[in-house]
């Protein structure tokens, strides 16, 4: 258990850094070039893309690392998928609960944070950022995880026969 919350901390961390740098860059990059038609929702669209993307990549890649190898099939079809889904969720989670608290602490609360399109200076869109991330890991856990094996009941009538 101890590996599954290190390897997932690890890997929602790194997720974590690389989507706040890519944000960052298109952020950046729709402010500097003169694209017509371009409102303050743009921003908000990439901070909701880049969490998202980033929740969906950080739970696959944290519940590939922590499960046991299965030949040539994805993590999320081996037995105890369902187990280290919710385990990558539940600490992935945590990790971004502990960030938002810490960035509240250090930027939002102290009016440090500033009116950019930046995560975390900008608490609306370090707030779209951040549900993004949990909203996919969740989805990923509770919509696009395959079904338990349906259990076997002896003794159960069969359908049809």
Request: hydrophobic residues 60%; aromatic residues 12%.
């Amino acid at each position: 258990m101890l590996g599954l919350i290190l390897k997932t901390v690890l890997v929602v961390v790194v997720c974590l850094v690389l989507a706040d740098i890519a944000g960052a860059l298109a952020v950046t990059v729709f402010d500097i070039l003169p694209f017509r038609f371009v409102s303050a929702a743009l921003a908000y669209a990439i901070w909701l893309v880049a969490g998202g993307l980033c929740g969906f990549f950080a739970y696959n890649f944290a519940g590939a690392w922590a499960s046991s190898k299965i030949d040539d099939a994805d993590w999320s079809a081996g037995p105890s998928a369902r187990r280290i889904g919710t385990g990558v969720l539940v600490v992935g989670l945590v990790v971004v609960a502990g960030l938002v608290w810490l960035f509240d602490r250090l930027f939002w609360v102290r009016g440090v944070a500033s009116d950019d399109d930046y995560v975390p200076d900008s608490l609306p869109h370090s707030a779209v950022f951040f549900v993004a991330v949990a909203g996919a890991m969740a989805l990923n856990r509770f919509v696009l995880m395959p079904a338990a094996p349906a259990a076997i009941v002896s003794g159960a009538p069969n359908e049809g026969g």
